[in-house]
């Protein structure tokens, strides 16, 4: 068995004294795992990091064996490091779609999307929004979709400002009344509509993380949900 693919790595972790494991995210075979031979080495290791992106060769016997991947550097999105709150993003984003994805399940949309936010968190600029959008489009592609296109109440399209976490749908301001304080924020840049503020963000966040929690994550198991999310969000938390 034997196919070739571009893929960013999510996750890496030793194998043996020399070798590594690393699971990436590609276009056509969802998200892999493989080891590397060296992966350990001065040489390789330094490509084999969480945001990497390669050109991969995967090769086993059986297709239903872990395999072993060979690997050539195409971009290694450097310019993260220079930003923590950039690097964090990219983190947290790669350890969601480790702890999301089925094995070895394409997921074409959701795989640009990953590859254009990646990129665009090396590169500066406002990534923020394109963050948040991008955490609701994975909820969205595994099937726990926000609708936030009218009031679940009244039908209405305008003022909308809460999210249902039972329904996931959007409720309008109106129509909120004494339930308000039970209900989910909804910033307009998670509609992807106008400028966002940090407090937008990190309320959007807030929603999204709670889809997340309880929807996504009670039906993976008992896993909780990663670490380098809560770590981001609380980097997030701390900005001026």
Not at 67 to 93: H, I, K, Q
Not at 180 to 190: G, H, I, S, V
Not at 215 to 240: I, K, N, S
Request: net charge neutral; glycine share 10%.
């Amino acid at each position: 068995m034997e196919w070739r693919d571009e893929g960013t790595v999510l996750a890496v972790r030793p194998h043996g004294e020399t070798s590594a494991i690393i699971e990436v995210f590609t276009a056509a075979h969802g998200r892999h795992a493989g080891v590397v031979r060296g992966g350990a080495s001065r040489r390789i290791a330094p490509f084999l990091q969480p945001g990497a992106h390669l050109d991969l060769t995967w090769r086993a016997r059986l297709d239903e064996h872990i395999g072993a991947f060979s690997v050539e550097p195409l971009r290694m999105r450097s310019g993260v490091m220079a930003d923590r709150l950039a690097l964090s993003a990219l983190n947290s984003a790669c350890a969601l779609l480790h702890f999301a994805l089925p094995e070895r399940e394409p997921h074409p949309g959701l795989y640009r999307s990953s590859m254009t936010l990646l990129d665009a968190l090396g590169e500066g600029g406002d990534w923020m929004p394109a963050y948040l959008r991008w955490e609701a489009l994975l909820l969205e592609d595994l099937g726990y979709g926000l609708d936030l296109s009218a009031c679940a109440v009244t039908g209405s399209r305008e003022d909308l400002a809460y999210v249902s976490p039972k329904s996931g749908r959007a409720v309008a301001r109106g129509a909120a009344g004494q339930w308000a304080d039970r209900l989910l924020p909804l910033p307009a840049c998670l509609m992807g509509q106008g400028p966002a503020t940090l407090a937008d963000v990190r309320a959007g966040l807030t929603t999204t993380g709670w889809f997340l929690e309880h929807r996504l994550a009670p039906d993976l198991g008992t896993r909780p949900l990663p670490e380098a999310r809560r770590r981001f969000v609380a980097l997030l938390a701390r900005q001026g």
